[in-house]
């Protein structure tokens, strides 16, 4: 050990500057990387160019485009518009019509206008565009959360002592390849009545343990903004409910979906949190940017719930520099959650060894306020169960060994309660 005491002022700057540099090249392989990553800040002019693009191929205008309704209307679900976007063989447009006869698809014009037109392994396009993966799928089950058999009312999960889910549609603005609520996305558009919401508004008021409420569906924000606020006020009269939450895509899919009218709406049902799910760089565009920040204006705090997936965003750098994206928009990283073995999505699955590593790239590597937890769901709906790289080596009455994000060991003093 030095003696600090012992030394001077200058051989102390010294081994600081030392330290410091030692701390730099702990993280020199992400910064010689972290620009060459493509965000939907750095791939602008491209975005801008495809959307020209569309609005020609769709005869519509800018204005069109910034209203969600249209969005919604001319989602695109036809191979040949498709192709007139992005370069696609013969053989693709085949596998498409092949998988959409099974799994629905349909695309937003502004997540279209994220997708590299070239590039077949874009990852916007990987979560957009049907491959065969889809219906060559041995292995996958359509429920492995069980989630038909927790629901005690109509429209609730509920799969925890204090909190629930309520399902209010299974529209959403995009439909992702790696959804793991697929067996709900019929072809038909469906909104749940108003009359079944209030039987699930009944089983809320008649359980006083449920201080939580989660608004999903398919997606929260596919509801009217009128419905929204009938279904929040309803929520705000509950004693017990203490906090409600909104589960939606559309500020990554959909971002015009985020109007000024909605926040205000939004504003009045507080607490009230949002969590979406970016699950790659390129999404976060400067439009997603300014939805998030007008909900964060409305005094929502949003939280990030991506899904680790193969081939988009199943390396530690690229998770990183998604993290830090999102952090610059105010969204705070929530789960990285594990691909499940939803039917039709295996293709997308990793081993649980990537998930642990990018959870040990992140701790130390990077500010604590850009990891989020590491989840894989237990099988049956037992529930979310939270996976870390161990750095408790031992453990006893005297001591802990305890192990460093730097990989170091070191002894820590234990004591008695
Ligand atoms: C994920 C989930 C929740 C919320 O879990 P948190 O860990 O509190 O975010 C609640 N109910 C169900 C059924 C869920 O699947």
Known sequence: MTQTNKLTEQEKRALAEKRASELRNRIADYLEVKDSITTGF??????????????DVLGATEDQWTDWKWQIRNRIYDVDVLAAIVNMSPREKEIIREVGSEFRWAISPYYASLMDPTDINCPVRKQAIPCINEVEDPHGVLDPMGEELTSPAPAITRRYPDRLIVNVTNQCAMYCRHCQRRRNIGEVDKNVPRELLSKALDYIRANEEIRDVLITGGDALMLTDNTLDWLLGELDEIPHVEIKRLGSRTPVTMPQRITPALCSMLERHHPL?????????LEVTPEAAEAC????????????????????????????????????????????FHAKNVKGTTHFGTSIEKGLKIMEKLRGHTSGMAIPTYIVNAPKGLGKTPLSPDYLVSLSPEKAVIRTWEDKLQDYPNKED
């Open 293 to 336: 920040g007008r909900l964060a204006q409305a005094g929502i705090p949003l939280g990030n719930q991506a899904v680790l997936l193969k081939g988009i965003n199943d390396d530690y750098n690229v998770m990183k520099k998604l993290n830090h994206e999102l952090l610059r928009i105010r969204v705070k990283p929530y789960y990285i």
């Open 273 to 281: 949190y949002v969590n979406s799910q970016f699950n790659h760089p």
């Open 42 to 55: 750095n791939a602008r002019e491209r975005i801008k160019r495809q959307k020209k693009l569309i609005l």
